[in-house]
C-alpha cells in the first residue's frame, strides 16, 4: 500500500480524497495555488506545497511543478480527482516515468477512451450498442453531407476532442448543415486546437445515464448500477440521482453488463464510468468512457455502502475486485451548489461567504470545502458544495433534499440553492419525467423579497 499520496487537486474533490487517505493511514500532500492558500485541503492536508500562481495554466495544470512537489515530499503516489489533469495522458506517462503511481488510467488507456472516435470503434467491437454514426473521423464535408443524408435527419456533429458541450452542433435540416459544420468547427479548434469531426444520429428526448465501473489489474471489472444525471445546463450536469425514475430491472441488468463488458475488453484498471444515451423508448447507446472519478460520485456510495476513492487506490495497489455487481437497495440525489446567480442566468458570483450553516440530519451528506469567511476565487469552476440526501424512496429524497436546501445559509454571494429549491417541487421532476433538454424550459420564479 502507499505510504504518502499527492492529490494533484484543489476544492472538495481534494479534500474528499485526503480523508479517505487519512482513514486507511495514508499521508497527504496537498498541492495549492496561491489564489487557494486557505482553502481546507491545504489546512487538512499532512503537508502542503505551493505550486503557482492563481491561473490554473500555472498551477493546477502545471506538470512539472506538480511532480516537482510529489518528488519533495516523497510521494509514492498521485491521484488527481477529476478534471485538470486527471485524464490527462501525457500527466499519467509523465508519473509512471518518475515511478510514481498515477491513481487512475494508463496513458494509452486515456488516449484510447479520450478520442471519442476511437472509443465508439472500440465500444463497437466489444459489442457494446452506439449511436449511429461516422466510421472515424469525417474527410470532408461532402462526405457530412451524405452520411447525413443516409443516416436521415436530425444529426449531431461533434467535435472528437470534444467536452463541455464545445463543437457540438444538432442539426434539424440539410440546409442548415453547412453552417453548423462551419461554426462547429471553429468552435473546436478554438477550444481545442483540433477542429476533426464526426457525425451521430440525434438521439430524440434523450436521458443522460451513466454505469459506474471498477476494474483491475487483472482484468476484471465489476459495475456498481447507474446515475442519472440528464438534468444539465449547456451539458453541465445540475444534479443527479440513482437509481435513475427511467430504469427497469431489465435495462438495469442489460445496460449494466454492457458497461462490464467494455470495462474488460479493453482491461480497464481504476474507477470510470462509461456513459449512454437512452432513448424515449429506453434503447440504450455508447457515448463516451469517462476514465476518472466522477464529481456525482457520492450517490453511488451512498446507496450500497461503498467508498470509490479507497476502491480506486486499492486498485492502483495491485489488489483485485470484488468482481460483484451492485444493485441500489436506496435512492440518492445529489444537488450541485455552485458559487452562480439563478436568477442572473447562472452568473459566476466569486466572493466572500459572510455566513455558513451548513444542513445535517439523518441521511444528508456535504462534500464541501468552504466556510464562512472563505474567499471563494475567481479563477476555477463555480462548485463550492455537493449536498447530498439519502432515503428509502425516491420522494423521501426528494422531502429531504427540500428540507436540507431550506436549512442550507450561504450568504455574502449568490448560489444555486434557489434553484434546486425550484426544481425540487417542479411537476416533471416529481413525476421523474425529464431528459437533457428539461433545462430550455424551465424557468426560474422571481425571488421572494425579504
Known amino acids: 500500500m502507499f505510504k504518502k499520496i499527492l492529490i494533484a487537486n484543489r476544492g472538495e474533490i481534494a479534500l474528499r480524497v485526503i480523508r479517505t487517505c487519512k482513514e486507511m493511514g495514508i499521508k497527504t500532500v496537498a498541492v495549492y495555488s496561491t489564489a487557494d492558500a ?23 495544470l502545471k506538470m512539472s511543478n506538480i511532480i516537482a512537489a510529489a518528488e519533495i ?13 486527471s485524464e490527462n495522458a501525457k500527466f499519467s506517462k509523465i508519473c509512471e516515468e518518475h ?3 498515477f491513481i487512475g488510467a494508463s496513458p494509452e488507456m486515456i488516449e484510447r477512451m479520450g478520442d471519442k472516435a476511437s472509443a465508439k470503434s472500440t465500444m463497437k467491437k466489444a459489442g457494446v450498442p452506439c449511436v449511429p454514426g461516422s466510421e472515424g473521423i469525417l474527410k470532408s464535408f461532402e462526405q457530412t453531407e451524405i452520411l447525413a443524408t443516409e443516416m436521415g435527419y436530425p444529426v449531431m456533429l461533434k467535435a472528437t476532442a470534444g467536452g463541455g458541450g464545445k463543437g457540438m452542433r444538432a442539426v434539424w435540416k440539410a440546409e442548415n448543415l453547412k453552417t453548423a459544420w462551419d461554426s462547429a468547427r471553429q468552435e473546436a479548434r478554438a477550444a481545442f486546437g483540433n477542429d476533426a469531426m464526426y457525425l451521430e444520429k440525434l438521439i430524440e428526448e434523450p436521458r443522460h445515464i451513466e454505469i459506474q465501473i ?4 487483472r482484468g476484471k471489472a465489476c459495475h456498481l448500477s447507474e446515475r442519472d444525471c440528464s438534468i444539465q445546463r449547456r451539458h453541465q450536469k445540475l444534479t443527479e440521482e440513482t437509481p435513475s425514475p427511467f430504469m427497469t430491472d431489465e435495462l438495469r441488468t442489460e445496460m449494466g453488463l454492457a458497461a462490464v463488458r467494455a470495462a474488460e475488453y479493453i482491461k480497464y484498471e481504476g474507477a470510470g464510468t462509461i456513459e449512454f444515451l437512452v432513448d424515449k423508448h429506453r434503447n440504450f447507446y455508447f457515448m463516451e468512457m469517462n476514465t476518472r472519478i466522477q464529481v456525482e460520485h457520492p450517490i453511488t456510495e451512498q446507496v450500497i455502502d461503498f467508498d ?14 470484488s468482481g460483484k455487481n451492485y444493485t441500489p437497495k436506496l435512492h440518492s440525489i445529489e444537488c450541485r451548489i455552485n458559487a452562480e446567480d439563478p436568477y442572473n442566468d447562472f452568473r459566476p458570483s466569486p466572493g466572500k461567504i459572510t455566513t455558513l450553516h451548513a444542513p445535517g440530519g439523518h441521511g444528508v451528506r456535504l462534500d464541501t ?18 449536498l447530498i440526501t439519502t432515503a ?3 420522494e423521501e429524497a426528494i422531502n429531504k433534499m427540500k428540507r436540507a436546501l431550506d436549512e442550507f ?22 413525476a421523474g419525467n425529464y431528459t437533457t433538454k428539461f433545462m430550455e424550459s424551465f424557468k426560474m420564479e422571481a425571488p421572494v423579497e425579504e
Open 38 to 60: 486557505e482553502s481546507l485541503h491545504v489546512k487538512f492536508a499532512d503537508e502542503a506545497v505551493c505550486i503557482g500562481p492563481p491561473a490554473s495554466s500555472e498551477s493546477y
Open 73 to 85: 515530499t516523497n510521494a509514492d503516489a498521485i491521484h488527481p480527482g477529476y478534471g485538470f489533469l
Open 99 to 101: 515511478n510514481i503511481k
Open 214 to 217: 471498477v476494474g483491475d489489474s
Open 308 to 321: 470509490l476513492i479507497r476502491e480506486q487506490i486499492m486498485v492502483a495497489a495491485g489488489i483485485p475486485i
Open 369 to 386: 470545502h468552504v466556510y464562512s469567511g472563505y474567499t471563494i476565487p475567481p479563477n476555477y469552476d463555480s462548485l463550492i458544495a455537493k
Open 392 to 394: 428509502q424512496t425516491r
Open 409 to 430: 445559509v450561504i450568504e455574502g454571494i449568490k448560489t444555486t440553492i434557489p434553484f434546486h429549491r425550484q426544481l425540487m417541487d417542479h411537476p416533471d421532476y416529481l
